[in-house]
């Protein structure tokens, strides 16, 4: 598959209330354009970015893991977000790549952000998570992730980083730099979505969801996106960013390192 059609949902989140927002983002579903292969929710998309890990958490078998396999096998569409979930007396913000035939893959957060205590009150992931699907091969990333190139780096073995976040509007030229750093940096194509409104932790969201193409290209304009739901639609084509690869391979010239 050359063409991938992802959708973004941006939209406010209800505190702590993971029915509401199952029921809320099951609307948003049913306005996502049939040509959309790929849906991404927000960071914590059933509870808003909350400290209170051990009261919100679910279970891998909980009602919000198996609304993500229901949605996503009902539309025949890939639905990926992330959410609290608890695991062996640990707690982690864990993103979910869910598909139509039931196969899914996770992600669990590798930088927690510390300046909200997030260290304190989860369990930091150690794997970063690429998922193959139909040719593409994409890059899972959470929010604060998005700060730390080494982390992201693409050593060739992906096409597009997804960032799901809640990244308040007061850093919002950062988000929306960051983005696009990953994604010329990279020579990838980036997506992230951010939500908006106001969190019960009193922390303002301006949305700003937005997708770059490898070249630094704005493909979605965040500007355009700012404080408002909205479902941004953008069709990404394979062999366009191979053949811009191919033609400047700053790949060839990157420094040799590994992770550890």
């Not at 990926?80 to 139509?100: A, H, M, T, Y």
């Not at 979505?193 to 290209?217: F, K, L, P, Q, W």
């Not at 739901?229 to 990157?254: C, G, H, K, Y």
Request: aromatic residues 10%; contains cysteine.
């Amino acid at each position: 598959m050359q063409t991938l059609t992802l959708s973004l949902l941006q939209t406010a989140t209800h505190w702590h209330s993971p029915e509401l927002n199952r029921a809320h983002f099951e609307t948003l579903l049913d306005q996502v354009p049939s040509a959309s292969q790929l849906v991404v929710l927000p960071e914590m998309f059933s509870t808003g970015f909350t400290m209170d890990s051990a009261a919100v958490a679910e279970t891998m078998d909980g009602e919000t893991v198996a609304w993500m396999l229901a949605q996503a096998r009902e539309r025949e569409k890939v639905l990926c977000g992330s959410l609290v979930i608890k695991e062996r007396d640990q707690f982690f913000n864990r993103l979910l790549w869910v598909q139509p035939n039931g196969e899914m893959q996770i992600y669990d957060k590798s930088h927690l952000f510390r300046m909200a205590g997030e260290d304190e009150h989860y369990n930091q992931g150690s794997s970063r998570v690429v998922v193959d699907f139909q040719g593409w091969r994409i890059c899972l990333s959470v929010c604060y992730d998005l700060r730390f190139p080494v982390w992201l780096r693409n050593d060739c073995k992906y096409d597009l980083l997804l960032c799901v976040a809640n990244w308040p509007d007061a850093r919002r030229d950062i988000w929306q730099t960051l983005l696009r750093a990953r994604a010329i940096e990279n020579q990838v194509f980036c997506a992230g979505v951010n939500i908006i409104g106001t969190d019960g932790a009193g922390i303002i969201y301006g949305g700003g969801s937005a997708v770059y193409h490898g070249d630094g290209a704005v493909l979605a304009d965040p500007e355009e996106h700012l404080s408002k739901q909205m479902i941004i639609t953008q069709a990404l084509d394979l062999a366009e960013l191979d053949t811009m690869r191919a033609s400047f391979p700053v790949a060839l010239d990157a420094d040799k390192f590994s992770l550890r």
